[in-house]
């Protein structure tokens, strides 16, 4: 009994560090997705899973006999590769850990059920890369590959978590407290801001607004709310650099202001109905300090003409905001079975993952 008891521990850190790689390769999957679209490289290749029929970028000729009517941009093609590559090396990743995981399927409290849905979602995230290219640049699924990649860093999150508690010696069992409508407001209030940032980037509205925060120097500028946020307009030909007029666009910049207006207000009253709950603080100042950090970062991209460093930290931000988001909603919901140390223990396993 004590040998099996080893082995499971031992799978089960090994499933803890692979879920903890997770969650950095799908942080940089995410980055190198942002990365593309902020250089327009989001159709540097026509086709899907290869580039000009290939597997990795082909010279000139081959690329011209392939797609005459799409000239090949060299730069362009390798970025847009190195995102797919980086993309199925997530894949492989959520295969190992449904494999490592099948043994402990029946073990009490093991999460088979998100490693499966993990990799569901992968593969579900793989056919809107495709969609992404084949619809050229269509803004509904953009949005939702951006969803998908926050989703998939998250999962890998909550599973590396459930295996770290399953893990420790002489952890007590008990059952989660249930999330509070406020808790689930917040939730749904990030979800939606991160829908909206991800709708004003596929619609390169992020200069739709000069200055701040003001919009074109009126706090309520002339907006077209309904054209902005059309969401069942015909598909294509070409959504590269958008296709909507300005007042449109304006309503998506404010729109993504307000959104963030709201999550913040809801974190202050997270943060102020928590305030004596012991151990809560870290982790509520955790994730106000990274929805300041977000607005700071959305004004400098708006005041500094959207540079491509900032607007990649822009994303990082969005993606910081997710964990920090995620780790207070499992604090609130183990409690005191959560050891006090778990900041830094997290930081530590961070730091050499």
């Known amino acids: 009994m004590h040998m099996r008891d080893r082995q ?30 902020l250089v327009d490289a989001g159709l540097g290749c026509p086709d899907w899973p290869g580039c000009y029929g290939q597997w990795v970028v082909p010279d000139q000729g081959r690329a011209l006999a392939h797609s005459p009517d799409v000239p090949l941009d060299v730069s362009k093609a390798w970025m847009e590769m190195m995102h797919r590559y980086l993309a199925s090396s997530l894949g492989l990743l959520a295969i190992a850990v449904v494999m490592l995981g099948r ?5 009490e409290g093991y999460p088979w059920r998100l490693s499966l849905g993990l990799l569901m979602l992968i593969l579900v995230q793989g056919a809107f890369g495709a969609f992404t290219v084949t619809l050229r640049l269509w803004p509904q699924v953009v949005t939702l590959h951006l969803l998908g990649g926050m989703a998939v860093m998250g999962s890998f999150l909550w599973l590396y978590l459930r295996c770290r508690r399953l893990a420790m010696p002489g952890m007590p069992r008990q059952r989660p407290r249930r999330l509070t409508p406020l808790w689930g407001l917040a939730l749904g209030l990030l979800v939606l801001q991160l829908g909206l940032g991800g709708w004003t980037s596929s ?4 200069l739709a607004c000069q200055g701040f925060p003001t919009c074109n120097a009126q706090w309520w500028p002339s907006m077209d709310w309904g054209e902005g946020f059309h969401l069942t307009q015909t598909v294509g030909p070409n959504y590269l650099h958008g296709q909507l007029h300005g007042e449109a666009r304006s309503a998506i910049q404010v729109g993504h202001r307000l959104g963030g207006v ?23 100042g955790a994730m106000g300090g990274a929805c300041l950090l977000q607005a700071a970062l959305g004004a400098a991209n708006v005041l500094f003409w959207l540079p491509l460093w900032l607007a990649l930290l822009h994303t990082a931000g969005a993606a910081v905001l997710v964990v920090a988001t995620l780790l207070a909603v499992w604090h609130w919901r183990w409690g005191q079975a959560v050891p006090r140390s778990s900041p ?9 993952a």
């Open 262 to 284: 709201a999550l913040f207000l809801c974190l202050l009253g997270l943060g102020l109905r928590h305030r004596r709950d012991r151990g809560m603080s870290v982790w509520l």
């Open 203 to 206: 619609n390169y509205a992020g």
């Open 344 to 352: 830094s223990v997290m930081a530590r396993e961070l730091m050499h």
């Open 103 to 107: 043994r402990l399927r029946h073990h």
């Open 8 to 37: 499971y521990r031992a799978r089960l850190n090994g499933l803890r560090w692979l879920s903890l790689l997770g969650v950095l390769l799908a942080a940089l999957v995410v980055l190198a997705g942002a990365w593309t679209r």
